[in-house]
């Protein structure tokens, strides 16, 4: 089967996004940062996951999810079928917060067009989000994930219709037997998920111009 030329031109420009992206200095990270930690996995894949941000590892060798968090993610891929090499990963920020701190609102702010060109390159069907972070940017809802993981949503993002999946971050399951198990759980819908019709936004009806009122006629009588 001959190779889609969209997608093919999609994966170029998604690559030029990275090298792009390298050298970008749109917040005081970037001054403290071994290198940009873009994304990595399958560029056309249906399934991509966001985290919160990139670790010490993640700093040091470029790769988003490779301390113990990124096992435990290994781990649940091959539990459903899947690795790395069949999904896309990437973070919300994408240069290492100091001493691994939270991301501050304004560095999300100068760090979300990346994701976004991500979303918009790749075309995932579904966007599972690891952690608070990712969940409120991209369902663009204040609800922590305590009360939204597993829970499924149709939203739009880079332009197209996603399935938005919420799930615990790793990193806080790893030492949390309870949330470990609903992690686990959750992770297991995930086929089903990637193998659902996504229905076409409703197109927006063409408002209709009122039909003029009749003539007022006075009526006797009535008061």
């Known amino acids: 089967m001959a190779a889609d030329p969209d997608a093919l031109n999609r994966r170029a420009e998604l690559a030029a996004y990275a090298t792009e992206t390298s050298a970008c200095t749109r917040c005081r990270l970037a001054s403290g940062r071994t290198q940009v930690v873009f994304g990595v ?47 896309y990963i990437a973070n919300v920020i994408k240069c290492r917060p100091p001493g691994n701190r939270d991301p501050q609102p304004d560095e999300i702010e100068a760090c979300e067009r990346h994701l976004f060109r991500q979303i918009e390159l790749i075309r995932p069907k579904v966007v599972a989000t690891l952690g608070n972070f990712a969940t409120k ?13 597993g829970v499924e949503q149709e939203v739009t993002l880079g332009g197209s219709r996603v399935l938005l999946y919420p799930l615990y971050h790793p990193a806080a399951a790893l030492y949390t037997p309870a ?26 009806l063409t408002p209709v111009a009122p039909e003029p009122a009749p003539a007022a006629t006075v009526q006797l009588g009535l008061f």
Do not use: W
Request: no cysteine.
């Open 137 to 149: 940017l991209l369902s663009g809802k204040p609800t922590g994930i305590t009360r939204v993981h």
């Open 179 to 204: 949330m470990l198990s609903v992690l686990e759980q959750d992770f297991t819908r995930l086929p089903e998920l990637m193998g659902r019709e996504i229905a076409p936004p409703t197109p927006l």
């Open 41 to 87: 996995g399958d560029p056309a894949a249906d399934l991509m996951f966001v985290g919160e941000a990139p670790g010490f590892h993640e700093d040091k060798q470029g790769y988003p999810f490779v301390g113990q968090a990124g096992k435990l993610l290994d781990q649940l891929l091959a539990g459903i079928g899947l690795t790395r090499d069949n999904v």
